[in-house]
C-alpha cells in the first residue's frame, strides 16, 4: 500500500484534516506547537461511485474499495534540517512516504495561534520546501565525498557523482529535486537516496468554512507558487471535514450546499493524491464481490492479475475486458458480450483506467 505523508508547519490543521480522513483516527489536534511527536498512521478508502453501480449490476455481496495509507507528521519548523523542533526524527517520517501532501494555512484565526504570528502562505511554503532541500544538500554532500573515491576506477559511480553535482547546484540554490532535469540514467543513480525533494507534492489550501467555495486570496498565492514547480492545488476546510464527521450522512450533502459546495475537500484530496502516485484502478464485479484493484500507470494484464494473486499472473492466459461506461451502458455483462463490448485481451495489453476485467490462468 502506498504512502502520502500529511506535512507542514506546526498549527495549519494537518492533525484535523487526518481525523477528517481516516474519520476513526484518535490524532490529537490541540492549538500548541508539537502535538504530534509519534506519525499517526491511517488507511483510507477511495472514494469510487463505480463500485455501487457494478455491485447493483452483479448483486454482490460485498463492495471492495482500494486504499490509501496517509501519515501524520509533525509540525516542521525553521531549522528543522539542524534538528530544530525534533526536525530530524521528522524529516525521518518524511522519507519513508510515497508522496507529500503539503498542508498549507489559508485562513485567519484570533483563536488559533500561528508560529510566524501571521498568515502568509507564501512564507510557510517556502520555510517547509528550504528546510527538506537543506536536509537533502546535506545528504547529497555526504554523498559526494564517498563517490568521489569510488569514481576514479568506475564508471558508474562516475555517473553518479556528475548527477550528485548537479543536484548539490540546484539544492544550493532552495531549489527542489523534482524540478531538476536529469537524464534516466542520472535519475536512477540517485534513486537509492530517498530524497525528500524529489517526492510528487500536493498543497492542500486549508481554507474557512466561508471559503470552501470560491478560495480567497492566500489560495491564489499557494497557485501561483504551486505553478512553478508544475505541482497540483486542492482547497480543503479541516474544519468543516471535522464537523461533516460528526453528521449524519444524509445531513451531509445538506450542510456542504449551504456552504455553496456539492462535496467537501477531503474526496478530492484523496483522488488527487492517488493520481499524483501514478495509480490507476481496473475493477472486478460478481454475485460474491465487487472490488477495486490498485496497479502502477502502464502495467500490461499479467502484472494487473498478480495484484489479485500470483499465481494469476504465473498462469495468465487472458482477461476479458469490458469498458466501465461500455458495461453500465449494456446493463449486464450478458449483453455487453452479446453486443461485442467484451474484449479478450493478451499479454501485451496496458491495462486502462476503469477496465472491468476477468482474468483466465492456468493454475
Known amino acids: 500500500m502506498l504512502r502520502a505523508g500529511i506535512v507542514g508547519l506546526p498549527n495549519v490543521g494537518k492533525s484535523t484534516l487526518f481525523n477528517a480522513l481516516v474519520a476513526n483516527a484518535k490524532a490529537d489536534a490541540a492549538n500548541f506547537p508539537f502535538c504530534t511527536i509519534e506519525p499517526n498512521v491511517g488507511v483510507v478508502a477511495m ?171 492566500w489560495v491564489e498565492q499557494v497557485r501561483q507558487v504551486a505553478a512553478t514547480e508544475k505541482a497540483q492545488v486542492v482547497i480543503v476546510s479541516a474544519q468543516v471535514e471535522s464537523e461533516l464527521i460528526e453528521l449524519p450522512q444524509e445531513e451531509r450533502t445538506d450542510f456542504l450546499e449551504s456552504l455553496g459546495v456539492t462535496e467537501g475537500g477531503l474526496k478530492s484530496l484523496i483522488k488527487a493524491t492517488y493520481e499524483l502516485l501514478g495509480l490507476r484502478t481496473f475493477l472486478t464485479t460478481g454475485p460474491q464481490e465487487t472490488r477495486a484493484w490498485t496497479i502502477v500507470a502502464g502495467m500490461r494484464a499479467p502484472q494487473a492479475a498478480g495484484a489479485i494473486h500470483t499465481d494469476f499472473e504465473r498462469g495468465f492466459i487472458r482477461a476479458e475486458t469490458v469498458a466501465y461506461d461500455a458495461l453500465v451502458g449494456a446493463g449486464s455483462i450478458t449483453t455487453a458480450k452479446e453486443q461485442g463490448l467484451v474484449r479478450s485481451e493478451g499479454k501485451d495489453y496496458v491495462v486502462q483506467e476503469g477496465d472491468v476485467m476477468l482474468f483466465r490462468f492456468n493454475v
Open 47 to 217: 472514494p469510487d461511485e463505480r463500485l455501487q453501480v457494478l455491485a447493483k449490476i452483479s448483486n454482490s455481496q460485498n463492495i471492495v474499495p482500494t486504499r490509501i495509507e496517509f501519515v501524520d507528521i509533525a509540525g516542521l519548523v525553521k531549522g528543522a534540517s539542524k534538528g530544530e523542533g525534533l526536525g530530524n526524527q521528522f524529516l525521518a517520517n518524511i522519507r519513508e512516504v510515497d508522496a507529500i501532501v503539503h498542508v498549507v494555512r489559508c485562513f485567519d484565526s484570533d483563536d488559533i495561534i500561528h508560529v510566524a504570528g501571521s498568515v502568509d502562505p507564501v512564507r510557510d511554503i517556502e520555510v517547509i520546501n528550504l528546510e527538506l532541500a537543506l536536509a537533502d544538500l546535506a545528504q547529497v554532500e555526504r554523498r559526494i565525498e564517498r563517490t568521489r573515491k569510488q569514481a576514479r576506477a568506475n564508471k558508474e559511480a562516475q555517473l553518479e557523482l556528475e548527477a550528485l553535482e548537479k543536484l548539490s547546484a540546484w539544492l544550493n540554490e532552495g531549489k527542489s529535486a523534482r524540478n531538476l532535469s536529469l537524464t534516466e540514467e542520472e535519475t536512477e543513480s540517485l534513486k537509492h537516496l530517498g530524497l525528500l525533494t524529489a517526492k510528487p507534492i500536493i498543497y492542500a489550501a486549508n481554507v474557512s468554512e466561508d471559503d470552501l467555495a470560491t478560495g480567497n486570496q
